[in-house]
């Protein structure tokens, strides 16, 4: 079968398409025919050796953290599942899904939304799960409340945005000027244009900031976070001694597979309160271009590499 490795850190250039041998599941594991693997930030970190799950005797590997297919063969501990479901996964950093026939834990996979195609059902796995885990499990997100997600209009920010909407809370988002009616159209009640306006000036105070942009934007978003609030990021650790003195909670994490999480998000996507954004889709052999896009161009949504057809 035809896998993406890299063999060393660095560029896009380090970008092999190879042929290795199919996998073999063990007992609670699953074999996945890839018709659809999602580019997620991440696999660039890999890609140039910042992300320290991967080091260099974990080379050569497999990049590619989500994915959508049929299952091909199965453990024989596996239960739930059958030869030929339609699933979607968020695969743990061990197997790489850039690749023809992956391996994935029986608990990290779920049935494909029946609402979407293979390509939108593989934008969902990686960048869903992390707004889940932000919003419910680190940021503790109610009914009612009130939310500012940092980064509105990318992969995890727009389904992070229809996921407190789901769950009742009152929504605010940070996006560019041109991605303010993308944003509106997906819930949020109130979008504000990071360029040309200051958000502390416009936004009333949150129970909760999700922050997916990280820097000056996060150190700025403490003042308008309630006492009894928290702060989530994706990216830097916030500033523990600032949280303490306002009285709020900070945390930064890292999202981790979960069949059960992504079978809830699959359940919203097909009673339509979630829809999914695919920007632009690659040829698996443009996986080096699809990585390039990612890294220097504005994404609306998601990139997905299309594997097998």
């Known amino acids: 079968m035809r896998a993406v490795r890299i063999h060393r850190f660095g560029g896009p250039e380090v970008l092999k398409i190879e042929t290795v041998d199919e996998p073999i599941p063990a007992g609670h594991e699953v074999v996945i025919r890839v018709l659809a693997a999602s580019v997620n930030p991440v696999d660039a970190k890999i890609r140039e050796g910042k992300y320290p799950v991967v080091t260099e005797k974990e080379l050569p590997h497999v990049l590619g953290r989500d994915v959508c297919g049929e299952i091909a063969d199965l453990g024989d501990d596996v239960a739930g ?3 030929g479901d339609q699933v979607f996964a968020f695969l743990s950093p061990k197997n790489g899904g850039y690749e023809e026939f992956v391996i994935a834990g029986s608990n990290e996979i779920a049935m494909k939304p029946k609402s979407l195609d293979p390509i939108t059902a593989a934008a969902v796995p990686l960048a869903g799960i992390t707004a889940w885990q932000g919003l419910f499990d680190h940021g503790d997100l109610r009914p009612g409340q009130r939310v500012l997600i940092h980064g509105g209009a990318g992969g995890v920010g727009h389904l992070a945005i229809q996921f407190a909407k789901a769950r009742g809370a009152w929504v605010a988002t940070t ?5 303010k009616a993308f944003v509106e159209d997906l819930g949020a009640d109130q979008a504000i244009d ?3 306006e200051r958000f502390e000036d416009q936004v009333e105070p ?3 900031v999700f922050d997916l942009v990280g820097g000056d934007t996060q150190q700025r ?4 976070i309630k ?3 928290a702060l989530i990021s994706t990216l830097t650790e916030p500033d523990a001694a600032g949280a303490a003195q306002r009285k709020i909670r900070v945390g930064r994490y890292t999202a981790q597979p979960s069949g059960a999480q992504l079978q809830e998000i699959a359940d919203l996507i097909d009673e339509g309160k979630v829809k999914v954004v695919v920007d632009k889709t690659f040829d698996l052999g443009q996986v080096a271009e699809a990585q390039k ?6 994404v609306r949504g998601k990139l997905v590499l299309r594997v097998l057809g």
């Open 81 to 83: 599942f059958l030869m």
């Open 175 to 179: 996006v560019s000027g041109t991605d």
């Open 194 to 196: 990071y360029k040309s």
């Open 206 to 208: 949150v129970d909760l």
């Open 221 to 224: 978003s403490f003042d308008l």
């Open 227 to 229: 006492p009894g609030g």
């Open 293 to 298: 896009a990612l890294e220097n161009t504005h």
